[in-house]
Protein backbone atom coordinates (compact mmCIF):
# COMPACT_ATOMS: atom_id res chain seq x y z
CA UNK A 1 0.00 0.00 0.00
CA UNK A 2 1.76 3.29 -1.24
CA UNK A 3 1.62 6.44 1.62
CA UNK A 4 2.65 9.62 1.42
CA UNK A 5 2.65 11.94 4.10
CA UNK A 6 3.24 15.48 4.35
CA UNK A 7 3.96 17.24 7.26
CA UNK A 8 5.96 20.92 8.34
CA UNK A 9 3.03 23.13 7.19
CA UNK A 10 2.30 25.94 9.82
CA UNK A 11 1.82 29.34 9.86
CA UNK A 12 4.74 31.97 9.34
CA UNK A 13 5.10 35.75 8.30
CA UNK A 14 5.65 36.94 4.94
CA UNK A 15 9.80 36.54 4.82
CA UNK A 16 10.13 33.65 6.76
CA UNK A 17 10.45 29.74 6.06
CA UNK A 18 9.00 26.16 6.17
CA UNK A 19 10.87 23.01 5.29
CA UNK A 20 7.32 20.58 3.83
CA UNK A 21 8.25 17.21 4.69
CA UNK A 22 6.95 14.06 2.10
CA UNK A 23 7.50 10.66 3.70
CA UNK A 24 6.98 7.90 1.18
CA UNK A 25 6.39 4.35 1.85
CA UNK A 26 5.23 1.24 -0.27
CA UNK A 27 7.05 2.80 -2.95
CA UNK A 28 11.02 3.80 -3.63
CA UNK A 29 12.24 7.01 -4.33
CA UNK A 30 14.79 5.66 -7.07
CA UNK A 31 11.61 4.56 -9.53
CA UNK A 32 9.32 7.35 -8.76
CA UNK A 33 9.20 11.24 -9.87
CA UNK A 34 8.13 13.29 -7.10
CA UNK A 35 5.95 16.44 -7.15
CA UNK A 36 4.69 18.93 -5.16
CA UNK A 37 1.52 21.03 -5.70
CA UNK A 38 -0.93 23.41 -3.83
CA UNK A 39 -4.26 24.60 -4.12
CA UNK A 40 -5.32 28.03 -2.58
CA UNK A 41 -9.47 28.54 -1.87
CA UNK A 42 -11.76 28.90 -4.47
CA UNK A 43 -8.65 28.52 -7.19
CA UNK A 44 -6.95 25.39 -9.15
CA UNK A 45 -4.45 23.24 -8.23
CA UNK A 46 -1.34 23.93 -9.15
CA UNK A 47 2.23 22.68 -9.67
CA UNK A 48 5.10 24.06 -7.65
CA UNK A 49 8.11 21.71 -7.64
CA UNK A 50 9.36 18.74 -9.47
CA UNK A 51 12.18 16.11 -8.63
CA UNK A 52 12.77 13.00 -11.27
CA UNK A 53 13.41 9.58 -9.60
CA UNK A 54 17.13 10.08 -10.69
CA UNK A 55 17.44 13.25 -8.16
CA UNK A 56 18.89 14.94 -10.99
CA UNK A 57 16.63 16.92 -12.40
CA UNK A 58 14.10 19.60 -11.05
CA UNK A 59 11.83 21.82 -11.94
CA UNK A 60 10.09 24.75 -10.78
CA UNK A 61 6.97 26.71 -11.33
CA UNK A 62 7.83 30.76 -12.03
CA UNK A 63 6.05 31.97 -9.26
CA UNK A 64 8.65 29.89 -6.86
CA UNK A 65 11.58 29.97 -8.79
CA UNK A 66 14.30 31.50 -6.53
CA UNK A 67 12.73 30.67 -3.12
CA UNK A 68 11.56 27.36 -2.92
CA UNK A 69 14.29 24.06 -3.61
CA UNK A 70 13.33 20.77 -3.48
CA UNK A 71 15.27 17.33 -2.22
CA UNK A 72 15.11 14.40 -1.13
CA UNK A 73 16.46 12.03 1.19
CA UNK A 74 16.55 8.22 -0.42
CA UNK A 75 17.72 7.28 3.01
CA UNK A 76 14.63 8.24 4.56
CA UNK A 77 12.31 7.85 1.43
CA UNK A 78 11.26 11.23 1.97
CA UNK A 79 11.07 14.92 0.08
CA UNK A 80 11.49 18.18 0.85
CA UNK A 81 10.53 21.23 0.21
CA UNK A 82 12.37 24.57 1.13
CA UNK A 83 10.25 27.25 1.01
CA UNK A 84 12.35 30.39 1.85
CA UNK A 85 11.08 34.30 1.95
CA UNK A 86 7.55 33.41 2.09
CA UNK A 87 4.86 35.59 0.76
CA UNK A 88 1.08 35.77 1.11
CA UNK A 89 -0.22 34.48 -1.51
CA UNK A 90 2.19 31.23 -0.65
CA UNK A 91 -1.06 30.32 0.92
CA UNK A 92 -2.49 27.08 0.49
CA UNK A 93 -2.37 23.24 1.02
CA UNK A 94 0.24 22.12 -0.21
CA UNK A 95 0.54 17.76 -1.52
CA UNK A 96 3.03 15.63 -2.27
CA UNK A 97 2.43 13.38 -5.71
CA UNK A 98 4.04 10.38 -7.07
CA UNK A 99 4.12 8.56 -10.43
CA UNK A 100 6.19 5.89 -11.71
CA UNK A 101 9.18 7.08 -13.90
CA UNK A 102 12.24 5.23 -13.91
CA UNK A 103 13.95 7.60 -16.42
CA UNK A 104 13.79 11.14 -17.96
CA UNK A 105 13.01 14.81 -16.34
CA UNK A 106 10.13 16.02 -14.77
CA UNK A 107 7.85 19.31 -15.17
CA UNK A 108 6.26 21.37 -12.62
CA UNK A 109 3.28 21.54 -14.50
CA UNK A 110 2.91 18.14 -14.55
CA UNK A 111 -0.03 16.66 -12.94
CA UNK A 112 -0.24 13.45 -14.12
CA UNK A 113 0.92 11.57 -10.87
CA UNK A 114 -0.37 8.22 -9.18
CA UNK A 115 0.01 8.58 -5.78
CA UNK A 116 -1.58 11.92 -3.93
CA UNK A 117 -0.42 12.96 0.17
CA UNK A 118 -3.12 14.28 2.29
CA UNK A 119 -2.10 17.81 2.07
CA UNK A 120 -1.04 20.12 4.51
CA UNK A 121 -1.82 23.60 5.57
CA UNK A 122 0.68 26.60 4.88
CA UNK A 123 -0.77 30.17 5.80
CA UNK A 124 1.36 33.07 5.15
CA UNK A 125 0.47 36.13 7.37
CA UNK A 126 1.43 38.91 9.62
Known amino acids: QVQLVESGGGLVQPGGSLRLSCAAS????????MGWFRQAPGKEREGVSC????????DYADSVKGRFTVSRDTAKNTVYLQMNSLKPEDTAVYYC???????????????????WGQGTQVTVSS
Open 97 to 115: AAVLKILGSCQAQDQSYTY
Open 51 to 58: ISSTGRNT
Open 26 to 33: GISLDYYA
